[in-house]
């Protein structure tokens, strides 16, 4: 399978997932509104979920896929499958004490991320109450995170990026059928999300069985004591964990900086927390498709091409990704900070959402808008680096990044509010892609091939191009007032979309630029 291919793949399957958790979200909005209970459920949902990227897609991930494609290279599947035997049984076990600590120590995780709930002491319970139910889902999600880095390096791309889609149809069930029986029992209705979150979790890793058992990859735990010490001192288990580290540092950081920032917006206003979740969710459908995408499929390649000693494909593939970032990642940050507005009002303006909680959503998303390009870069250059074992530097360069963050809240969040939280982030995000990048080209690993320049200006003519339109379209249609008419709104949104996409690919085809280069990979 071509990399363009496989991408296309993940990133189809991707937006499946985000378009059903726009509808989850949409549905949640319009359901339950912002207020103090729906940041309670958004903070008490973003704890396990933190844990997940830092120990399951996070540095879990890093470190596990570079060694499995390491290892599957010199040693065949027979010497891969008694590597994910015994990684996989240690991750078993840390994970039962993880999620036992979790539920235990769920008040100071709650008062960790979001102090500020305090001034409303129904919210916090709940958030401390719902964190409880949900944190086992940091269990379930990280075997995902090994069964998807299992399949994604026998490029098996499918059932992985699917996945998440369950998730988001069982919160939109929980949504419809169980949040008005909570309410009929005298039950907060928001706690019915809490079921949805963990039989998400449970299906996830459900349809990931038959898949490995297809490939003969199923993992056999080793539940006694003695197949745990058998595993802990396999020397590719050690491999694992010794890259872990600082991997796992370097993810933590950026997890310390949501943790910041939550924290920062539970002492703004009411509704800051949801806000932004809200302006995140919309940022996630490029850098999901785009970005994820892109990281899956290169990853389990780039590590196959270092460990095979294959330079010259390992530094194509980094500028086959680089390019196709760059045609897509720079007009989706044109729309997201010129057409914030009628975005969010086509998609959120519902039922209990006011009509100032559209601005207030729009402004935090044309901030995430600003530094789009980094956050989508940083899924490519990173890669590049854990492919070949290096998790320091990309370690040293989130840390650095981290302290630009949080500098830039200094400055922008008394100006700005909640937005400025989202501007910081897309600030310290281009920050960290350009240090990246610089340690690649410094190195030797990454050589652009030719075209660059010509490229570039005919991707910002272009975006210039796209953004006078939709600074028109903007401008010229009343989508706030437009509540009313929704199928009017929905329409209208998907005209203007198809135009800028005509318009985009249009102008860079009359520019000269031959799109076919990026299927051929």
């Not at 027979?78 to 979790?102: E, F, I, N, P």
């Not at 950081?253 to 932004?276: C, E, R």
């Not at 897309?426 to 690993?445: D, F, I, K, S, W």
Request: charged share 10%; with cysteine; hydrophobic share 55%.
């Amino acid at each position: 399978m071509s990399l363009f291919k496989a991408a296309s793949t993940v990133s189809a399957l991707t937006l499946a997932s985000r378009v059903t958790g726009l509808g989850r979200d949409m549905l949640f909005v319009a359901f339950f509104g912002v207020s103090a209970l729906t940041d309670a459920f958004y903070v008490a949902f973003r704890i396990p979920n933190l844990f997940r990227r830092v120990f399951g897609e996070g540095a879990f991930s890093q470190a596990f896929v570079p060694v499995l494609a390491s290892c599957r290279t010199k040693e065949g599947d027979a010497g891969a499958k008694h590597m994910v035997d015994h990684v996989s049984t240690v991750l078993l076990w840390t994970l039962l004490l993880l999620c036992v600590l979790g539920v235990v120590g769920a008040p100071l995780l709650v008062w960790a991320l979001a102090s500020g709930l305090r001034k409303d002491p129904h919210a916090y319970d709940a958030a401390i109450l719902m964190t409880r139910w949900m944190f086992p889902y940091i269990g379930f999600m990280s075997l995902v995170a090994l069964a998807g880095g299992i399949l994604n390096t026998w490029k098996r791309f499918a059932v992985p990026a699917a996945s998440p889609v369950l998730l988001n149809l069982t919160l939109i069930a929980s949504i419809l059928l169980a949040a008005p029986w909570f309410r009929r029992l005298g039950i907060e209705p928001i706690y019915s999300q809490c079921v949805g979150v963990m039989l998400g979790g449970v299906l996830q890793l459900a349809i990931q069985v038959p898949a490995l058992r297809r490939l003969g990859m199923w993992p056999r735990f080793g539940l006694a004591w003695s197949g745990m010490k058998a595993s802990w001192r396999d020397p590719s288990t050690r491999e694992i964990l010794r890259l872990m580290l600082p991997a796992l540092l370097g993810v933590s950081v950026a997890q310390i900086s949501l943790l910041i920032n939550t924290q920062i917006a539970s002492y703004l206003a009411a509704g800051s927390v949801s806000w932004l979740n809200n302006a995140d969710r919309l940022m996630e459908f490029p850098t999901a498709m785009l970005g994820v995408a892109l990281g899956v499929v290169l990853m389990p390649q780039l590590a196959a091409a270092r460990a095979g000693g294959d330079e010259v494909r390992y530094s194509a593939m980094l500028d086959w990704g680089l390019r196709l970032v760059v045609l897509l990642a720079i007009p989706s940050s044109v729309a997201l900070l010129v057409f914030s507005a009628p975005l969010v009002a086509t998609l959120f303006h519902y039922g209990a959402f006011k009509d100032s909680d559209v601005g207030q959503v729009a402004f935090a998303l044309a901030g995430y808008g600003s530094g789009l390009l980094g956050l989508i870069a940083i899924k490519v250059l990173a890669p590049g680096y854990y492919a070949s074992h290096d998790m320091k530097t990309p370690m040293r360069i989130a840390i650095a990044a981290l302290v630009v963050t949080q500098l830039l809240n200094l400055a922008l969040v008394p100006w700005l509010k909640h937005a400025g939280l989202a501007l910081s982030i897309g600030l310290g995000a281009l920050v960290n892609a350009g240090l990246l990048l610089a340690g690649l080209l410094r190195r030797g690993r990454y050589k652009p091939s030719a075209g660059w320049p010509i490229f570039a200006l005919q991707v910002l003519a272009a975006s210039a191009l796209l953004a006078v339109f939709l600074m028109w379209a903007a401008g010229n249609f009343p989508w706030v007032a437009w509540r009313a008419e929704p199928l009017k709104r929905a329409g209208m949104l998907a005209g203007v979309v198809a135009a800028a996409g005509v318009l985009y690919f249009g102008a860079l085809i009359a520019a000269g630029l031959k799109l076919r280069q990026f299927v051929k990979h």
